[in-house]
């Protein structure tokens, strides 16, 4: 396999940025290939998933491009003062990729998941812009936007990226769920440790999307908020994506 990490010019972010990409041998498949845009939490960049995880593993002999991205503290939003990392993502990122590699530069070619902070980017691009993914996967994520802006600690930076009032806002999951259309609806995972604080903020958004009638998988699993967790669940990420790919079990 192929590990690279990319410079590149982000005119989202106005600024050179960097992403990490893991390539499939040429001996698993023939290109192009799907891929896999893998993000990370609030306290990381984009290198944390494969020096704290064994994605790299994880993915040896399959046919697909595995593209982690850096996100900042962005909570990949067009902050509403501040940088647009939701834009740096959609345009910048996949743009460069598809330009790039020889990828499926199509929905039926792209999924995304992440963890905590990226595990709520994945379920709200899904959303927001479910003519780009087929399936998306979240571990711990951080759901409820109103909680964001109330906690003291974060309230101050959380509002820059939200605004004051951010529930029913184009970046609520709750509100998206609610709008999406029906007929571009991605395969949806959500996945959340038994220990971890953001637990119940997983338990709700299950339980939006079952009055809804939204078709997705939940589950909770022994573990907390750690890259233990994460590295093992991850694994079934990887499957539920293969499978919304077309890529076998």
Not at 6 to 32: D, H, Y
Not at 78 to 103: K, N, Q
Not at 130 to 140: E, G, L, R, T
Not at 211 to 237: C, K, M, N, S
């Amino acid at each position: 396999m192929a590990f690279a990490t990319l410079n590149f010019q982000s005119p989202a972010l106005s600024k050179a940025c960097s992403m990490t990409v893991i390539l499939p041998e040429r001996t698993v498949g023939t290109p192009p290939f799907p891929v896999f845009y893998l993000l990370h939490g609030l306290s990381d960049d984009h290198t944390s998933w494969s020096r704290r995880t064994s994605i790299e593993r994880h993915v040896a002999d399959l046919p697909l491009i595995i593209v982690m991205p850096d996100g900042g503290r962005g909570f990949y939003c067009d902050a509403v003062d501040g940088p647009a990392y939701e834009r740096h993502l959609l345009e910048d990122v996949m743009g460069f990729v598809d330009r790039t590699f020889h990828t499926i530069a199509a929905r039926q070619g792209r999924v995304i998941g992440g963890l905590s902070m990226g595990g709520y980017g994945a379920i709200k691009l899904a959303l927001k812009f479910p003519q780009f993914f087929c399936s998306a996967v979240s571990h711990s994520a951080a759901l409820d936007v109103r909680r964001r802006i109330e906690r003291p600690e974060f309230s101050t930076e959380m509002r820059r990226i939200f605004g004051p009032s951010p529930g029913g806002g184009p970046d609520d999951p709750y509100a998206l769920a609610e709008t999406i259309d029906r007929t571009l609806l991605p395969a949806l995972r959500i996945d959340c440790g038994l220990e971890d604080g953001l637990l119940e903020e997983n338990r709700a958004f299950h339980r939006h999307l079952e009055q809804l009638a939204i078709p997705h998988e939940y589950a909770e699993f022994p573990g907390a908020h750690t890259w233990d967790y994460w590295d093992r669940h991850v694994q079934e990420a990887i499957a539920f994506h293969r499978r919304a790919l077309g890529l076998g079990d």
